[in-house]
């Protein structure tokens, strides 16, 4: 009977790889669940759906809920068991509590419980710096803090802390050493403490210390410590298989008797404007019995308030309605502070979140909570509101959906798909102006969006696996097998990124927010690692984020030789908020990218309607591009640098650009002369740049090496101002030069890039050189101990992320898939 059903179960698993798509991942840094936007964005950071709640990219919690009930027994398929927090140290925003604290080095053993800490300040947490509004002010370089905290029991199995800071960490309790990071936190981030830190805990009196350095910019410190309590009468779901592609994520799990599919589709289809657009994803269900018996199974599907919240202590409100085909539950802030916030580390705290379902007998809505779920429907299989009526007012409110299902039937009662959607009312401000999302252009309201969407499912299913299986199947051809994992992996980060936004004079605009860094928006050198994934499948999505810049540079706002940085600080495009120029690095930038689309399109009517602007701007890049002064780049981690020879490319590159595009408008007289200046210029750069057997970091700074990623444009528009060889040479070098993985940036650090490793490999001339390269990428993708959406800069010793995480850029992946597009014509 053992032998029989191990056989079912991998029958089953081969029909779930062999009839989903072949374009499948099944190793991934973290894995996008429901992803449309920079706001409506939530994954699994962990390999397995049901070992830890699923978060918004920042890492703030937004948890889904997933429960099936099968012969008397719950299994939990998605989210955390069910636990629940204790607190032994609580966070600041838990409950305000006493500290002492001090800004000078303290004597050793100060994180000991027997210092003597009369030199130290009393205060309360969270400490920070003053425009983060903390409740004590933290205006040095270093801060150590001592907190005393009691235990009263010491039966402790799982200790968790969580930890707000930037930057540094050092975390002691009773003077051992618990935890220690050389990064910031931005949003609080759980860590399980090891069994030695917890038996340092005793009853009574404890002591939580900690050191945090602000290495630059803003700084804060808050921490707390808490246990779990695992919820009685619930089984771990045994997932089975995980399966990604471009617009899915399938799971499948193994409960008792039951086997359980659950396939997460964002139909971001970058072809289809309008699909893209929607902010509504889909949850299919699927069951099948191992001892083709027949059960009944109930499926309770839920989606937690703080979804619709920033910081998951807002007072929630939702309502329970049905429309004329589906059940509704709708929930957002009470205080719906539309577009009142900005910055990176901020969810959207306006609009509402939804979740539907058909208005049929097997379906089943209600407003409730976890601690309710756990007294009624685990303990005794009931399914019961926390609210009197349809509606509720509270801080923690579970939007749940209870499925019945049958197995052994020959309908369709042993699947179910749930919708879950987003309504941001407004999605920017652009130059004063609130703008709405471009999928109200179509539909009025949410509900009439729900409902056309759950109409058009089956077509949506059906389309979302045909273009999966030709993105495989393209990037295979462009790129080979590891290559086309590569773009599945980085192909709904990079869209979901973005926010496709009706301008106001019913343009698209599409502009991105820079997540986990500044929180820029529509920011150019973001823009321009990102383009090659919409070049392929749309420019007209480039054109959306290209055109808030031009509308800058026109409105008079901006009046400097070269492009902005960025027009603000998502969702605000009010003008530039950074507080630096990339004069070259810009410039370069938007006529490279325009060339772009004039290429795609095999036009120049976008080039032709902005020439003004890319007119001024190459004239800067004549003047001061060949030779660039000590100004910031795109790559300036390890510093600024004078003379930047990758930079001095970009110039080149955008002035044989702007005389490629004068060409096509027929201007033959700036035509030559700009491509007369670009390839002079790249003589005079083989010479300034050249370092024997390869080419400098920068001009006149020997036995130093870059990559040279801004090349690839050269090769790809056929511009010939670089040949062959230069490439060669290059490639050959790097090929020396790597570590496990992937190819430093450049001679100062160890860490990289993982997109211009990408561009860069796309210089070879031979595929097994190009894999060389794009193979230790992959590895650090599917070996990196850091699990969060997919990080952009990583260490190539270790495959640590260094910083950044769930950026666009990483459509830049798409540059091979782009030049054999381009060569396909």
């Known amino acids: 009977m053992h032998f029989i059903r191990r056989m079912l179960l991998l029958q089953f698993v081969l029909l779930f790889i062999v009839t989903g798509v072949s374009a499948q991942v099944n190793k991934m840094p973290a894995y996008p669940l429901i992803t449309h936007d920079p706001y409506f964005s939530i994954w699994s950071f962990t390999d397995t ?55 000078e080095k303290p004597a050793d053993g100060w994180m000991n419980e027997d210092f003597n800490d009369n030199g130290f300040t009393p205060a309360t947490f969270p400490f920070g710096a003053k425009s983060g509004n903390p409740s004590t002010q933290w205006n040095t ?21 969580y930890l707000k800071n930037d930057d540094d960490a050092e975390v002691y309790i009773n003077g051992e050493k618990a935890f220690e990071c050389t990064n910031v936190n931005s949003g609080y981030t759980e860590y399980e403490l090891p069994q030695p830190v917890i038996k340092k805990l005793r009853r009574g009196r404890n002591l939580l210390a900690i050191h945090c350095t602000n290495t630059g910019g803003g700084a804060w410190l808050d921490a707390g410590l808490a246990t779990k309590t695992t919820s009685p009468g619930i089984l771990q779901a045994k997932q089975e298989a995980v399966n990604v592609t471009a617009t899915q994520t399938k799971y499948l799990f193994s409960c008792g008797a039951i086997n359980l599919e659950v396939d997460f589709i964002s139909p971001l289809i970058a072809s289809n404007i ?30 937690n308030s703080a979804i619709a919240g920033n910081t998951g202590t807002e007072i929630m409100k939702a309502t329970a309605y049905q429309t004329k085909n589906l059940n509704v539950l709708k929930c957002g ?79 369709n009662s042993n699947r179910a798909v749930v919708m879950l959607g987003y309504d941001d009312i407004y999605s920017i401000q652009y130059f004063n102006q609130n703008l709405e999302a471009w999928w109200k252009k179509n539909y009025k309201t949410m509900d009439d969006l729900l409902e056309t969407s759950a109409q058009q499912y089956p077509a949506i299913q059906s389309a979302c696996d045909s273009f999966d299986n030709k993105l495989y199947t393209d990037a295979v051809q462009a790129g080979g097998e590891t290559y086309s994992k590569l773009c599945v992996m980085a192909y709904r980060q990079s869209l979901a990124a973005h926010k496709l936004v009706r301008g106001p004079g019913d343009e698209l605009l599409f502009p991105q927010k820079e997540n986990f860094s500044n929180g820029s928006i529509f920011t150019v050198d ?27 540079s026109k409105s008079g706002k901006w009046s400097k030789d070269f492009p ?36 795609a399109e095999g036009n120049t009517n976008y080039a032709a309607k902005h020439w003004q602007s890319l007119s001024k701007w190459v004239k800067y890049l004549v003047n001061d591009g060949l030779d660039p002064k000590n100004q910031l780049c795109t790559d300036d981690f390890a510093g600024h640098l004078a003379r930047n020879a990758n930079l001095s490319v970009k110039a080149i590159v955008g002035i044989a650009s702007y005389a490629m595009m004068a060409k096509m408008m027929n201007d033959k007289s700036a035509a030559a002369y700009y491509d007369s200046v670009a390839h002079n210029y ?17 001009f006149g700074a020997k036995n130093t090496w870059s990559q040279k990623y801004n090349m690839v444009w050269d090769k790809l528009f056929h511009l010939n ?23 430093p940036l450049d001679s100062r650090k160890t860490y990289t890039k993982s997109d211009w490793i990408l561009w860069t490999a796309t210089l070879a001339s031979s595929q097994n050189n190009f894999e060389a390269l794009i193979n230790p990428v992959y590895l650090y993708a599917t070996q990196t101990p850091t699990h969060v959406p997919l990080s952009d800069w990583h260490e190539t010793t270790t495959g640590k992320q260094v910083g950044f995480q769930a950026r666009s850029v990483v459509g830049g992946y798409f540059i091979k898939m782009l030049e054999w597009k381009w060569k396909s014509k």
């Open 49 to 103: 759906l049901n070992q830890s709640n699923t978060k918004h990219w920042t890492g703030k919690e937004q948890a889904l809920t997933g429960l099936l009930r099968v012969d008397g027994k719950v299994y939990n398929f998605l989210g955390e068991s069910l636990s629940t927090l204790q607190w032994i140290s609580p966070l600041s925003n838990e409950k305000v509590y006493a500290a002492k604290y001090a800004t």
């Open 333 to 411: 802030t009470e205080a719906q502070p539309v577009l009142q916030k900005k910055g990176d580390d901020i969810r959207i705290d306006w609009g509402n979140v939804y979740l539907a379902t058909p208005k049929q007998k097997q379906y089943e809505m209600k407003l409730t909570s976890i601690p309710n779920i756990v007294k009624d429907y685990v303990r005794n299989g009931f399914f019961t509101t926390l609210y009197n009526d349809s509606s509720a007012l509270d801080k923690d409110i579970l939007l749940a959906a209870n499925i019945s299902l049958f197995t052994g039937m020959n309908d």
């Open 564 to 599: 902005a940085h960025d027009i603000g600080t998502y969702p605000l495009a009010n003008g530039q908020t950074y507080g630096e120029d990339m004069p070259v690095e810009e410039a370069g930038n938007m006529i490279i990218l325009t060339a772009a689309v004039t290429k």
């Open 721 to 743: 101002l670089f040949p062959q060889a230069v490439y060669d040479k290059e490639i050959n070098y790097y090929l020396a030069h790597q570590n496990k993985f992937g190819l």
């Open 682 to 698: 790249a003589s005079q750069w083989l010479n300034l740049a050249d370092d024997n057997d390869h080419y400098s970091l920068a």
């Open 274 to 303: 309008n699909l893209l657009s929607r902010p509504v994803s889909f949850v299919r269900l699927a069951i099948t019995a191992k001892d083709n018996g027949i059960h009944n199974v109930n499926i309770l599907f839920g989606a």
């Open 526 to 552: 973001v823009t321009y690692p990102s383009a090659p994934l919409s070049l392929v499948y749309n420019p007209a999505l480039l054109k959306g984020m290209l055109n808030g810049i031009f509308d800058y």
């Open 141 to 161: 370089k270093e801060i150590w803090v001592r907190r005393n905290f009691d235990v009263f029991d010491t039966n402790i199995s799982h200790l968790f802390l």
